[in-house]
C-alpha cells in the first residue's frame, strides 16, 4: 500500500502529536505562540500538498481495500480543510489571551478536528465515515465548550453534545439497515446493487437516517436546532471552524453518499432535496432578521447557506455538483474574514451585540472594509466570490429545470432569499459606518500575521469574484468522479 | 420457536424506539444521554443480527468501531454534563436557556 496516500492526515496526526508534546516543555508565556508554529506546520503541509501530490483527472487511488479513496475531490476538500484550519489557528492566537488554562490543548484539538475533515474527504466506507464524522463531532463537543467559565459556552457544548449523540444514533441504524439489506459497506461495491433497491422500503428508510445524520452536519432543515445556539456560545474561532470545516466535510460526504453510493435513488429523491433546500433558505433568512447578536445572526445566515449550497446538490448534475464546491471556497474567504474581524473585536468590547461594531470604520479600516464586504459577499453581490457562486448555483437549477418544473419554484425561492438577506445583511454594514453613538472609538492594531489573514480573506474574495474560470475549470474538472 | 433475524430486528427496533422516546420526553440530560446510549446500542444489536445470520463478518467489525467511538463520546459528554453540574447545580434540560432570540 501507498503509504503517500495517507500522507496529508498523518503529517497533521503528528502537528497534532507535536503541539501536545510541545506544552509539555514550553514555559507557560510562550505556550500561546505555539498556534503560529502550528499554522506554520498547517502551511508547510499544504504546501507539500501543492507540490508533491497529484492526482489525474478521473482518477481514483484506493487504500485499505476501496475504504479510503484519493481522487480530486478528496484533495479538493483537503486543501479547502488545511485552508480553513490554517486561519482557524491564526485566529485562536488572538482568541488565547481570554482563555485561562490549555491553550494548546485548544492547537491541538482543532488539529485533531481537521484530522477528520481530512478523512471524511477521502470516506469510502460506511465505516470511514462513521468515524471520520465522529472524529470531527467529538472533538468539536470539546472546542465549543472550551471557555468553562462562560455558561454560555458550556451550554452551546452540552447542546451540540446532545444534538449530535442524537443524529449519531440515527447514522448508526442508517447504517445497519442498509448494510443488512445490501451486505456492503462500501460505496462502490453498494453502488453496484442499490440500483435494484430503490423500490426497497427499508432500504430507503435506512438512507434517509444516514442523510439525516448528515443533515446535522451541515445544518440543513429539520436538523438545523442546534446552530444558532452553539454558534452563539462557541468560542469564536470553533464558530468559524464549525461552519466552515465542519459544514465542508459534511457537504462531500454527502456528495459522495448521494453520488458514488447511491446514484441511483438519488435521482429519485429531486423532490424531497428542492423541498428540504427551500424550506433551509427560507427559514435561515427569516430568522435571522430579528437577531441582535452578531454570532447568533451568523448561525442563521449560516443554515440558509447551506440551504444555497443544497441548491447544487438538488439539481443532481455535473454543474451543481461543481457549483457546490466553488460556493464552498467563496464561503471559505468570506465568513473566515468576518470571523477573524468578530475575534478581535469581541476580545476588545467583550459583547456580541451588533451595537458593539459602532465605530469600527474609524477604530481600524482594515476590519471595517473586511467585514463589510465579506457581508456584502454573503448576500450574494458583485463582484465578490458569493456572486458567482451563488449565481452557478441557481444556473445548475435553472438548466433543470424544463424537465421538473418544481426547480423555477425552488430557483424563486433563493432569490427571495437572498433579497431578504440583503436587509440583515447591511444591517451590520450600517452598525459598523453609521452608528450615531459609538462609545469607544480607540484604534484596534491588529497584529502582523491576522493583517495578512486579512489581506489573503479580501483578495480571495474579489479573485474568486473577479476570475472565476480557474476554480470553475478545476471544480468541473473534480466533480468527474462523481454520477 | 426458532430465535429468527426478524426477532432480533423487533427488538433492535424497540429499544431505537424507546431510546428515541427517552430522549424526547425525558428532561434530566442524563437520562436523555442514556436514551442516546440505547439508540446506538439498538443499531449495535441490528448490525450484529444482520452479520451473523448473512454469514458476513463486516458488521460485526463495524460494531466494535462504534463501541469505541460511543465510549470516546461518553468520556466527553459526561465530562460536559459535570462542567455544567458544578457551575449550575442542575442537570435539567429546562434550565439551559441563557441564550434566546
Excluded at chain 1, 441504524?173 to 453498494?190: D, R, S, W
Excluded at chain 1, 452553539?230 to 474561532?237: K, N
Amino acid at each position: 500500500m501507498n503509504t503517500l496516500l495517507l500522507s496529508h492526515e498523518l503529517l497533521v496526526l503528528a502537528l497534532g502529536l507535536l503541539v501536545l508534546l510541545a506544552d509539555l516543555w514550553l514555559p507557560r508565556g510562550l505556550r500561546r505562540h505555539l498556534g503560529y508554529a502550528a499554522a506554520a506546520g498547517l502551511a508547510g503541509i499544504l504546501l507539500f500538498s501543492f507540490l508533491a501530490i497529484r492526482v489525474a483527472p478521473g482518477e481514483v487511488q484506493y487504500a485499505f481495500f476501496e475504504m479510503y479513496a484519493l481522487d480530486g475531490l478528496a484533495l479538493f476538500f483537503k486543501r479547502f480543510s488545511l485552508l480553513a484550519a490554517l486561519m482557524v489557528l491564526l485566529m485562536s492566537v488572538e482568541f488565547a489571551e481570554s482563555m485561562p488554562t490549555g491553550v494548546s490543548e485548544y492547537y491541538a484539538l482543532t488539529l485533531f478536528a481537521l484530522l477528520g475533515m481530512l478523512l471524511a474527504s477521502s470516506a469510502n466506507d460506511f465505516a470511514l465515515l462513521f468515524v471520520s464524522l465522529e472524529l470531527i463531532t467529538i472533538t468539536f463537543y470539546v472546542l465549543a465548550s472550551f471557555h468553562r467559565s462562560r455558561m454560555t459556552s458550556l451550554e452551546a457544548g452540552v447542546k451540540y453534545l446532545i444534538i449530535g449523540a442524537l443524529s449519531t444514533g440515527f447514522t448508526v441504524y442508517g447504517i445497519a439497515l442498509v448494510y443488512g439489506l445490501t451486505g456492503k459497506l462500501n460505496f462502490n461495491e453498494l453502488a453496484a446493487v442499490s440500483s435494484s433497491l430503490g423500490g426497497n422500503r427499508l432500504f430507503l428508510f435506512g438512507m434517509v437516517l444516514i442523510l439525516a445524520g448528515l443533515g446535522f452536519k451541515i445544518a440543513a432543515v429539520p436538523f438545523q436546532i442546534w446552530a444558532p445556539d452553539v454558534y452563539q456560545g462557541a468560542p469564536v474561532p470553533t464558530t468559524a471552524f464549525l461552519a466552515v470545516g465542519s459544514k465542508a466535510a459534511g457537504f462531500v460526504l454527502l456528495l459522495r453518499v448521494l453520488f458514488v453510493a447511491v446514484p441511483e435513488v438519488s435521482f429519485q429523491w429531486g423532490s424531497l432535496l428542492i423541498v428540504l433546500s427551500a424550506i433551509t433558505i427560507l427559514y435561515g433568512n427569516l430568522c435571522a432578521i430579528p437577531q441582535r447578536n452578531l454570532k447568533r445572526l451568523l448561525g442563521y445566515s449560516s443554515i440558509a447557506h447551506a440551504g444555497y449550497l443544497l441548491l447544487g446538490i438538488a439539481a443532481l448534475s455535473r454543474d451543481g455538483q461543481s457549483a457546490v464546491l466553488y460556493y464552498l471556497g467563496g464561503y471559505l474567504f468570506t465568513l473566515l474574514g468576518a470571523f477573524t474581524v468578530l475575534c478581535l473585536v469581541m476580545r476588545q468590547v467583550e459583547s456580541e451585540d451588533i451595537a458593539s461594531l459602532a465605530g469600527l470604520g474609524q477604530r481600524s479600516p482594515l476590519l471595517a472594509a473586511t467585514l463589510t464586504l465579506a457581508m456584502v459577499s454573503l448576500a450574494g453581490l458583485p463582484p465578490l466570490a458569493g456572486f458567482v457562486g451563488k449565481f452557478l448555483l441557481l444556473k445548475s437549477v435553472i438548466a433543470q429545470a424544463p424537465a421538473q418544473p418544481g426547480y423555477y419554484g425552488l430557483a424563486f425561492v433563493a432569490i427571495a432569499g437572498v433579497v431578504i438577506s440583503l436587509y440583515y445583511y447591511f444591517g451590520v454594514i450600517r452598525a459598523i459606518y453609521w452608528s450615531r453613538t459609538a462609545p469607544d472609538l480607540s484604534p484596534i492594531q491588529p497584529s502582523a500575521p491576522i493583517r495578512a489573514a486579512l489581506y489573503a480573506c479580501i483578495a480571495g474574495m474579489f479573485y474568486l469574484g473577479l476570475f472565476p474560470g480557474t476554480l470553475v475549470n478545476l471544480t468541473e474538472e473534480v466533480v468527474k468522479v462523481l454520477r | 420457536m426458532s430465535v429468527g433475524l426478524q426477532h432480533y430486528l423487533v427488538v433492535s427496533a424497540v429499544l431505537f424506539s424507546l431510546g428515541l422516546l427517552g430522549v424526547i420526553l425525558r428532561r434530566n440530560l442524563l437520562v436523555i444521554y442514556m436514551g442516546l446510549e440505547m439508540m446506538l446500542n439498538a443499531a449495535n444489536l441490528a448490525l450484529v443480527a444482520f452479520s451473523r445470520f448473512t454469514n458476513n463478518l463486516d458488521g460485526q467489525v463495524f460494531v466494535f468501531f462504534v463501541i469505541t467511538v460511543a465510549a470516546a463520546e461518553v468520556a466527553v459528554g459526561l465530562a460536559l454534563i459535570v462542567a455544567l453540574y458544578r457551575r449550575r447545580q442542575t442537570v435539567h434540560a429546562e434550565d439551559l436557556t441563557c441564550m434566546k432570540l
